[in-house]
């Protein structure tokens, strides 16, 4: 199976900050990397599918980049909605796993 | 855009089953992939099982293979999760979700049903 290391698990930042989330493969998988946000008590929401496409609806402030093993989700001016949890998930291969989630809190 | 939404959770005993069920609506069911990702408390998400588009094609995280299935009924566009064995490490908030079309990031999720595993 494919594991997926996020790194912070926990970041701490404030409204305006450029804030950078990333995400490791533990092999290969091309593009196939989405991004998601989830707030307390909902459920999660795609932001960002194929490693670097904006999902429809979402603000541009999102990007995201990489291929192969490394890849970085970037929030370019962090706004009071945004704080909440970030998971990536590999879509190369069967199980479908999710990283361990970055949680962005205000500083 | 579509809607997918989640029922059948509850508490059951250690052992037990459990049949979850993902009621799908505004979105031509038959040409999805669909999929349930389980959340435990306080814990992030976990992939559980998806099935294709045709039905033909099912898959699961090791962690429930040999103890659930997944199965979709196309005349009542609705999505299962049939689960036996059940341990206390299955108790989490258990979600719905449509694979992208095209693709298998997953662009639509119900709001989750709580499934307790405790005597």
């Known amino acids: 199976d494919i594991q997926l290391t996020q790194s912070p698990s926990f970041l701490s930042a404030s409204v305006g900050d450029r804030v950078t989330i990333t995400c490791r493969a533990s092999?290969?998988?091309?593009?196939?990397l989405a991004w998601y946000q989830q707030k307390p008590g909902k459920a999660p929401k795609l932001l960002i599918y194929?490693?670097?496409t904006l999902q429809s609806g979402v603000p541009s402030r999102f990007s995201g980049s990489g291929s192969g093993t490394d890849f970085t989700l970037t929030i370019s001016s962090l706004q009071p909605e945004d704080f909440a949890a970030y998971y990536c998930?590999?879509?190369?291969?069967?199980?479908?796993?999710f990283g361990g989630g970055t949680k962005v809190e205000i500083k | 855009e579509g809607q997918v939404l989640e029922s059948g959770g509850g508490l059951v005993q250690p052992g037990g089953s459990l049949r979850l069920s993902c009621a799908a609506s505004?979105?031509?069911?038959?040409?999805?992939?669909m999929n349930w990702v389980r959340q435990a408390p306080g814990k992030g998400l976990e992939w559980v099982s998806g099935?294709?588009?045709?039905?033909?094609?099912?898959y699961y995280a090791d962690s429930v293979k040999g103890r659930f299935s997944i199965s979709r009924d196309y005349s009542k566009n609705t999505l299962y999760l049939h689960m036996n064995s059940l341990r206390a490490e299955d108790t989490a908030v258990y979600y719905c979700?449509?694979?992208?079309?095209?693709?298998?990031?997953?662009?639509?999720w119900g709001q989750g049903t709580l499934v307790t595993v405790s005597s």
């Open positions: 979700a449509r694979s992208r079309f095209g693709g298998h990031d997953l662009d639509s």
């Open positions: 505004g979105f031509t069911f038959n040409n999805y992939a």
């Open positions: 099935i294709n588009s045709g039905g033909g094609g099912t």
């Open positions: 092999q290969g998988i091309w593009s196939y």
């Open positions: 194929e490693a670097s």
């Open positions: 998930q590999q879509l190369d291969s069967h199980p479908l796993t």
